[in-house]
């Protein structure tokens, strides 16, 4: 549908009202979550199972009426049908066994070769085609080269991805040919969501904040770049979001560098920064502080309105600069859709 809010404003659209989806929309703060997740007996066995992770992509549409759902899955399922070996602790997060050296990048799989293990993410996609509302876009994903290659380096997350910027300082080639592995492969596995109904795709380059001057170029933007002109050879007007998280001034231009349809923005740059520098090349999409959707109350509505009266004179879609976490109240993000519909 043509008509769609999101698929407007990444036509570059101006509307009086944003639409507005919620990053980590489907997650730990809904009750609803936790029970089917406990259903399904643990994260990635949810991620796995496609009735599932159907339910709960749609339960924050049920509930809250988003204009876009986006697919739940994990960026790391990408790696483990790669070859690398995928597992979540407890408490602590995601391990995978690490690939830091030629010989371990030889024994991964071809970039043609992930779909047989990803078969249960399309199959989501397709559910999601059939039973998500008419009016409400769907927005597949992947995690950018450069966040997916720092978790499969260290083997889990890090606080400053220090194991991936050691790889590409002491061994370079063996760091640019395991990113230009996850970039084909995000390709194929991006391409084959659109191929199951995905109208939107998203790219979340999480940590690309962490790169700087030239490695910012050849592992953040040149990547998406890559990623984004195979996609739209493969799929004439599909639209894209990418999402180079804590890129501060980098934020300017990345969209005429990349193709992107869309530059997510986090809540460290200002929306009235963002308005002048960013949305003059396209639609933009951000940026209300997570930490608002706990606290709630009068600051949470203030702050909304005033990110959408920034935003005002181009295309935006309003969402949060980051996640929503785990703690915040599920009332607030029903007083947040009232102060952005009125």
Same mark, same amino acid.
């Given at each position: ?20 989806? =919620? ?7 809904? +009750? ?9 007996? !643990? ?23 988003? /204009?876009?759902?986006? =697919? @739940?899955? /994990? ?10 070996? &995928? ?8 391990? &995978? ?20 293990? &990803?078969?249960? #993410? ?40 220090? +194991? ?14 395991? #990113? %230009? =592995? #996850? ?6 596995? =991006? ?13 979340? !380059?999480?940590?690309? $904040? ?5 490695? @910012? !170029? /050849? ?45 997510? &923005? ?14 003059? /090349?396209?639609?933009?999409? $951000?940026?209300? %502080? ?6 709630? $109350? ?12 920034? @935003? ?31």
């Amino acid at each position: 549908m043509s008509d769609k809010t999101i698929l407007k404003a990444l036509r570059g659209e101006t509307q009086a009202v944003p639409p507005v989806w =919620l990053m980590r929309q489907a997650g730990r703060y809904l +009750p609803e979550y936790r029970a089917t997740r406990a259903q399904a007996g !643990d994260f990635l066995k949810l991620c796995y199972n496609p009735e599932l992770a159907a339910e709960v992509t749609l339960q924050p549409i049920r509930r809250y009426g988003f /204009d876009a759902a986006i =697919l @739940f899955a /994990d960026i790391l399922l990408l790696p483990q049908a790669l070859g690398v070996p &995928l597992w979540f602790e407890t408490g602590e997060g995601p391990r &995978l066994t690490p690939v830091t050296t030629p010989e371990g990048l030889r024994s991964l799989r071809a970039a043609s070769d992930v779909h047989e293990t &990803l078969a249960p #993410i399309y199959e989501t996609v397709k559910i999601l085609k059939r039973e998500l509302p008419k009016e409400t876009t769907l927005i597949g994903f992947a995690g950018a080269p450069w966040t997916v290659a720092s978790y499969v380096v260290a083997g889990r997350g890090t606080p400053d991805q220090g +194991p991936a910027h050691r790889l590409k300082s002491e061994d370079r080639a063996t760091f640019a040919a395991l #990113i %230009d =592995l #996850i970039t084909e492969a995000t390709v194929e596995y =991006l391409s084959a969501q659109v191929m199951a109904g995905a109208e939107v795709v998203k790219l979340f !380059d999480s940590w690309a $904040g962490t790169l700087q001057g030239a490695d @910012f !170029d /050849d592992f953040a933007v040149a990547p998406a770049r890559k990623i984004i002109a195979e996609l739209k050879a493969r799929h004439p007007g599909l639209p894209i979001i990418a999402f180079p998280r804590e890129a501060g001034a980098r934020y300017e231009g990345f969209a005429k560098a990349t193709g992107a349809d869309c530059v997510a &923005l986090d809540n460290s740059v200002s929306a009235d920064w963002a308005a002048a520098h960013v949305q003059k /090349d396209g639609c933009v999409q $951000g940026n209300l %502080d997570p930490k608002l959707m706990v606290e709630g $109350g009068p600051r949470l509505v203030s702050e909304a309105k005033r990110i959408v009266q920034a @935003f005002k004179g181009g295309a935006h879609i309003f969402n949060l600069g980051h996640g929503i976490t785990p703690e915040a109240n599920p009332d607030h993000v029903t007083q947040l859709m009232e102060a952005i519909r009125g």
